[in-house]
């Protein structure tokens, strides 16, 4: 991730690292607990022990921290979708029965170990710019993928709407589930996991 805080050659401080990792956890922590609009960088700095004007040594707002701080955590399911094959001729099932490739599983095994933390980043409350990331991040993974793995060579920018469509889709899915809008008595964790994969896996190949 590009740095964008104020102080560009701080990183290659230790001391410097270790107050922008107390501020990162902070962040994400006070993410969890309560609505982003409320959390403020004094409470970032009081969470994470330091005084309000090293917070913004660091970062240059409170936007700017929450993306530095969950770009690990975006980076889980990027690194996913890169492992994801998106056709047939990649040996992965097509049938309606089949599987989901275990990528995508674990993707929401991914998610649904931070639906905290998507639930407020994706919900109305949460961070445009971290969606407007996700989104890009994701499309030019799934991009990646399909100029690899598309066969017919079509139009480039064919592969690129089909890519910004999945993309779109797939972060639509993760902050509805997140916010916990498609749970059901019924489901454990696991099968959730198992039928959002599916459904995905659905949509990638134009089933759903």
């Not at 509805?176 to 809008?181: D, I, N, P, V």
């Amino acid at each position: 991730m590009q740095n964008t805080s104020n102080t560009r050659g701080a990183s290659r401080d230790p001391r410097a690292r270790r107050t922008r990792a107390q501020l990162r956890r902070a962040v994400l922590d006070l993410s969890t607990e309560r609505d982003l609009d409320t959390v403020t960088m004094a409470d970032i700095a009081e969470r994470a022990e330091v005084n309000r004007a090293t917070v913004y040594l660091h970062y240059k707002d409170r936007e700017d921290l929450l993306l530095d701080a969950t770009d690990s955590t975006m980076s889980g399911i990027v690194d996913a979708v890169r492992a994801c094959r998106l056709t047939a001729a990649a040996g992965l099932p097509t049938g309606e029965s089949d599987p989901a490739p275990g990528h995508l599983v674990k993707l929401f095994t991914h998610v649904d170990r931070h639906r905290a933390l998507y639930g407020r980043m994706l919900g109305e409350d949460g961070s445009p710019r971290f969606i407007a990331r996700l989104q890009r991040r994701l499309a030019q993974a799934w991009y990646e993928q399909l100029t690899a793995t598309d066969t017919e060579n079509p139009a480039e920018g064919d592969l690129l709407a089909r890519a910004h469509y999945v993309s779109g889709g797939l972060v639509a899915l993760i902050s509805r589930w997140a916010q916990g809008e498609f749970d059901t008595d019924k489901d454990s964790a696991d099968a959730a996991v198992q039928r959002l994969s599916h459904l995905t896996w659905s949509m990638i190949q134009g089933r759903a």
